[in-house]
């Protein structure tokens, strides 16, 4: 991809591994299952590379949530954008009238919109840069009834892995009462993507009364990566 953008210092695209810094160099060195097209450019800061969806996994997240959304939701939000990942497989689906995606970081924030344009789906999205739950009741207040919210939180750092169960009510920074406080009060239909070792106790004891939620694992060569629970009326198979 021809791109005269100029990235902020904080950026990088890294293409022999003696450039990498060591903490992240077996991310890299799995750079193609995190974004397939990462030769044409991509970029990444380098603590972006914690938190991007495996391609594969983001692909079909998108397509459950694209076959599962009920009529009339035509919207997707990512709040949780990073570099892109999830964003860009939104995107890719056609189902959605529009995605906004929202970052808080700048330099991450450009990141996801020049992958986005290497991907050539940057017509299709609309980027916010700042704190996702303030943006939900401002600018997109008048966007809920259309709307599905996708989250993709920080787990607060790769620790979690330690943990045979891990406590969502412990997760940094915002855990899960704060996500589903959040965003109930924007809509009730949103997924949160999760560490694979989540209390599925803590995640039913936000489901209301009489309703259900689906909880899904996404696994890559025969290993669950994470798990995503579907809240509201979605028709997930």
């Known amino acids: 991809m021809e791109d ?7 950026v990088h695209h890294y293409n022999e591994i003696h450039e990498v810094p060591w903490d992240i160099q077996n991310y890299w060195s799995q750079r193609y ?3 397939s097209k990462y030769d044409e450019g991509i970029w990444l ?27 009339g939701r035509i919207i997707l939000i990512d709040a949780f ?14 189902k959605w009238r529009r995605v906004y995606g929202i970052e808080k970081n700048p330099a991450v924030l450009q990141c996801a919109k020049h992958n986005a344009k290497i991907y050539g789906v940057a017509d299709k999205i609309t980027w916010f840069e700042g704190d996702c739950f303030e943006i939900l009741k401002n600018q997109l207040k008048d966007l809920a009834p259309y709307s599905v919210v996708f989250a993709s939180p920080p787990w607060g750092g790769p620790g979690y892995r ?11 920074p915002y855990s899960l009462e704060t996500l589903f406080k ?5 809509t009730k239909h949103m997924a949160l ?9 803590q995640i039913a004891k936000y489901v209301p ?16 990566k994470a798990l995503c629970v579907f809240y509201g009326d979605f028709n997930v198979s």
Request: hydrophobic letters at 40%; proline letters at 5%.
């Open 162 to 172: 330690s943990d045979d169960v891990f406590s969502l009510r412990t997760m940094e």
């Open 209 to 224: 009364d009489g309703q259900q939620a689906t909880v899904m694992h996404y696994c890559m060569e025969g290993h669950s």
């Open 81 to 94: 954008a990073g570099a892109g990942g999830n964003t860009i497989a939104f995107a890719k689906t056609g």
């Open 4 to 10: 005269s953008e100029e990235a902020p210092a904080e």
């Open 193 to 201: 993507y999760l560490p694979r070792t989540s209390d599925v106790q």
């Open 182 to 186: 959040e965003y109930s009060a924007f």
């Open 45 to 71: 800061t380098d603590d972006a590379w914690f938190g991007v969806t495996p391609e594969p996994v983001a692909n079909k997240i998108a397509a459950d949530l694209a076959g599962a959304a009920p009529d």
């Open 33 to 35: 299952r995190i974004f």
